[in-house]
């Protein structure tokens, strides 16, 4: 058993680790939520480039179904899109769809009030950062 000093100490000097793993439980208590209530769960992500250019993938875990997602700011929409397109970033990977799962769109700035949400369920996409 590790006691609540302990535990503390452990947070304090791994902050970073501390919030992955927040993440990681928030990220499978949503999935879990999805299971209960019969929403597909979507495996994606998305970036944004300097220039602005957005690019991603999704497809869900147990269809074979093309995932729409929106492209969103500040609860205004500013696309609709499919991936749909070839996905040649992750070659080792072994995507569904024949890897057509990737989607892009050029976004102004500011980028980082931009969501990519899934929409038949509304799940937001995680967005990786350069870096």
């Not at 696309?79 to 799962?101: G, I, M």
Request: charged share 30%.
């Amino acid at each position: 058993d590790v006691s609540p000093e302990m535990r503390d100490m452990i947070a304090s000097n791994n902050p970073r680790d501390m919030a992955l793993y927040e993440r990681a439980v928030a990220q499978h208590e949503l999935r879990y939520r999805f299971y209960l209530e019969g929403r597909p769960w979507c495996h994606g992500y998305y970036m944004i480039s300097d220039e602005g250019r957005l690019h991603g993938s999704a497809y869900y875990a147990a269809s074979d179904e093309a995932v729409e997602v929106e492209v969103i700011r500040e609860g205004e929409r500013l696309a609709s899109l499919e991936a749909n397109l070839f996905q040649a970033r992750e070659v080792k990977c072994r995507l569904p769809r024949d890897r057509y799962v990737a989607f892009r769109a050029k976004v102004s700035p500011p980028f980082d009030d931009i969501e990519v949400v899934v929409k038949a369920t509304g799940q937001r996409l995680q967005r990786h950062r350069a870096g």
